[in-house]
């Protein structure tokens, strides 16, 4: 979430490189922007959602998948989520829970019903695909400033309003990104595409966010995240039906053992 006479994917059919920027990167000021964004974002404490999945392979057959996710927000350190799987029956019972921290490695489990077994995801495996999607596993974790190092790069003009383009590097030795490119709306300084590259610097996917709305007056949500893998024609959409804030979830909702207890 540029320059659109050649797309990315006529330039990886011919083993090019997508490479649209050569701008001076300002460092300062992509890290100034990412602040703004983030201290836009404080403050609402815990929410649920319902959405739907929709994975689409290289063909255009689709599947879907119905799931809940809670998330908590955690003041001096990053948020906390859990997903539970409620449909098709094969995934049923199934639950991600996402620990998110600025500096250290988050902390990820998955748990499998079928065999009553919570497993840890690694650091080296967090960029494999979540549940078969399009999203990886670092994908799910919250914003946080630490993860990356920030270059603005430009204002562009996006939908009805103008965007800051910025470059997005990750910290991590074991993403699996080399970096992204995010264009955060200057308004309301939320996202509305990013494009991530591989560890070759290759165009991978881009993450396109649709539908804002406004909660609790002051925070933007997305009802609509589309992820599609430009190298394998493989895309993923979450849609989200419904969200709702103050719900009352606490830390003991997002513990270890509440995995296995999950409905």
Not at 5 to 23: D, E, K, R
Not at 118 to 138: L, Q, T
Not at 196 to 222: F, V
Not at 223 to 245: A, C, P, R, W, Y
Request: aromatic share 10%.
């Amino acid at each position: 979430m540029r320059n659109y006479l050649l797309t990315p994917l006529l330039l990886i059919s011919l083993g090019l490189a997508w490479q649209p920027f050569s701008l001076a990167a300002d460092e300062a000021k992509g890290l100034q922007i990412a602040k703004e964004r983030k201290s836009r974002d404080i403050g609402w404490g815990d929410s649920e959602s319902q959405t739907t999945m929709v994975l689409r392979n290289a063909a255009g057959d689709e599947s879907r998948r119905e799931m809940r996710t809670a998330a908590l927000e955690v003041q001096g350190d990053g948020d906390k989520g859990l997903t539970i799987f409620d449909e098709p029956r094969d995934v049923r019972g199934t639950a991600f829970l996402n620990h998110s921290h600025p500096t250290a490695e988050d902390d990820q489990w998955l748990y499998l019903p079928a065999v009553k077994r919570v497993k840890r995801i690694a650091s080296r495996n967090k960029s494999g695909p979540f549940m078969g999607s399009e999203f990886a596993y670092e994908d799910l974790s919250s914003f946080e400033i630490e993860k990356y190092r920030f270059n603005y790069l430009q204002d562009e003009p996006c939908g009805d309003s103008n965007c800051f383009v910025l470059e997005q590097i990750p910290a991590d030795e074991f993403s699996g990104y080399s970096k992204s490119i995010a264009w955060l709306s200057q308004q309301h300084y939320q996202p509305v595409k990013v494009e991530y590259y591989d560890r070759k610097n290759t165009l991978l996917k881009t993450l396109t966010l649709q539908d804002y709305r406004q909660y609790l007056d002051k925070y933007w949500r997305p009802h609509k995240l589309s992820m599609v893998n430009h190298q394998t024609g493989k895309s993923t959409d979450l849609l989200i039906h419904k969200i709702e804030f103050n719900t009352g979830r606490t830390a003991a909702d997002f513990d270890t053992n509440a995995l296995q207890r999950v409905r």
